[in-house]
Nanobody
């Protein structure tokens, strides 16, 4: 059983930066993906970024965050990070960390493909 916990959210003005963390405990796999999704009030949960470990490592980003957000990891701490720069008001949402195992590439942006979710953390971008 995998447990995920996000941290690092908060409120920043437009143009500001935040770094979210997602620490995992439990479970072990050499073929898994860990992703960030977000959900704004009244909207569906949407894909933000994902890193998949399957032999090598590959990371994908949603077009809306490409060039502004960067996903990274610390293997020793079993933690992934989402560095968010040049934040915009439309980035305001609850951000969720998720993990799925043995996912095919086409399923990586789909919330339904993930088995484990963190409780979420709020990010507010406002002046």
């Amino acid at each position: 059983q995998v447990q995920l916990e996000e941290s690092g959210g908060g409120m920043v003005p437009p143009g500001g930066s935040l770094r979210l963390s997602c620490k995992a405990s439990g479970g072990a796999s050499n073929n898994y993906a860990r992703a960030w999704f977000r959900q704004a009030p009244g909207r569906e949960r949407e894909f933000v970024a994902v890193t998949r470990w399957r032999g090598g490592t590959v990371t994908y980003y949603a077009d809306s965050v490409k060039g502004r957000f960067t996903m990274s990891r610390d293997n020793d701490r079993n933690t992934v990070y989402l560095q968010m720069d040049s934040l915009k008001p439309e980035d305001t949402a609850t951000y969720y960390c998720a993990e799925g195992h043995r996912l095919i590439t086409s399923s990586l942006p789909l919330p339904s493909a993930y088995d484990y979710w963190g409780p979420g953390i709020q990010v507010i971008v406002s002046s």
